[in-house]
């Protein structure tokens, strides 16, 4: 098993910044991946960044990429989403997620993960 707590949501301004950590607990030397994903009010949740725990290779949704960054400190198992140029359509409940199994770059982008955290609220006003 592994346990995921994800923290740093919070309000902020069109343009700022925010960084999300999601600390990792229990088994977490067999996961492939490490995925962030997001649910707006009333849309489906969606991809929007892994990075692999082997190799430390990334990849982004098209509407983040270039403002956000996925990073990890391995001696604190914890993964970090680093946010920038924020917009109100970034607003939604933003979850980490744990992929014990091999996935393509492809497959590493589907809703398929093992362990979710709880979600944590980012909302970017106008």
């Known amino acids: 098993q592994v346990q995921l707590v994800e923290s740093g949501g919070g309000l902020v301004q069109a343009g700022g910044s925010l960084r999300l950590s999601c600390a990792a607990s229990?088994?977490?030397?067999?996961?492939?991946?490490m995925g962030w994903f997001r649910q707006a009010p009333g849309k489906e949740r969606e991809f929007v960044g892994y990075m692999t725990l082997v190799g430390g290779s990334t990849d982004y949704a098209d509407s983040v990429n270039g403002r956000f960054t996925i990073s990890r400190a391995s001696a604190k198992n914890t993964v970090y989403l680093q946010m920038n140029s924020l917009k109100p359509e970034d607003t939604a409940v933003y979850y980490c997620a744990a992929r014990r199994g091999y996935c393509s770059a492809y497959g590493c982008q589907k809703n398929e993960y093992d362990y979710w955290g709880q979600g944590t609220q980012v909302t970017i006003s106008s």
């Open positions: 229990g088994r977490t030397f067999s996961s492939y991946a």
